[in-house]
């Protein structure tokens, strides 16, 4: 089976060089560099419902994010980063990690278990490493969607279980006496 590839991005109008972007942005604390990174990634998401931030907040953090790169760029407009998302994206992707924290550090600061200690030094390290900002972030994006779903019907989830080669359990005898499913 051939696989489709995206059509390739259109080049920016104001390319974003990688270094300038990391160092204008270089004095955010952890969860700013959140903020502009969710704006990154998907300006379309809720960053403020997946990062429990008030709308105004955003909205300030990427006005601040947009002052520090305009002083740092010869030519700015206020869609550069946006133009500019496939390569931010790919080129944070493939930083080399720098002593990162293991991913399922990622998951327990989500999840609110982790100590005090290791919180700070999660935060500190994302002050340092836009790869883990990118992998935090995704972590965000995918447990805002988990939150949103809901599971899907016997009847709706019956052609993934086909496709997958497996059957679903009987229901219990006593359910198909009564009719129920």
Same mark, same amino acid.
């Given at each position: 089976?051939?696989?489709? =590839? ?15 972007? *990391? ?8 969860? $700013? ?23 105004? =907040? ?7 994010? !947009? $002052? ?9 407009? *206020? ?11 790919? =080129? ?14 990622? @998951?327990? %600061? %989500?999840?609110? !278990? ?6 700070? $030094?999660? $935060?500190?390290?994302? =002050? /340092? ?18 939150? /949103? ?16 080669? @497996? ?5 219990? /005898? ?8």
């Amino acid at each position: 089976m051939a696989r489709q =590839t995206a059509p390739p991005a259109p080049a920016p109008e104001i390319f974003l060089d990688w270094e300038i972007f *990391a160092s204008a942005l270089e004095g955010l604390s952890a969860l $700013e560099r959140e903020v502009v990174w969710m704006s990154v990634l998907n300006p379309a998401a809720d960053a403020d419902k997946m990062l429990h931030l008030d709308e105004k =907040t955003v909205a300030a953090t990427m006005g601040k994010a !947009q $002052e520090l790169l305009r002083g740092r760029s010869d030519r700015w407009s *206020a869609d550069m980063l946006a133009q500019n998302r496939p390569l931010l994206a790919k =080129t944070a992707a493939a930083l080399a990690p720098k002593d990162c924290p293991e991913p399922k550090q990622f @998951l327990r %600061l %989500l999840d609110g !278990q982790i100590t005090w200690r290791g919180r700070l $030094e999660v $935060e500190h390290h994302m =002050t /340092l490493c836009w790869r883990c900002v990118d992998q935090m972030c995704r972590f965000r994006e995918v447990s805002a969607l988990a939150r /949103l779903s809901s599971p899907l019907s016997d009847s709706a989830a019956e052609p993934y279980w086909t496709a997958l080669g @497996l059957r679903t359990a009987a229901p219990p /005898l006593w359910k198909r006496l009564f009719g129920m499913r």
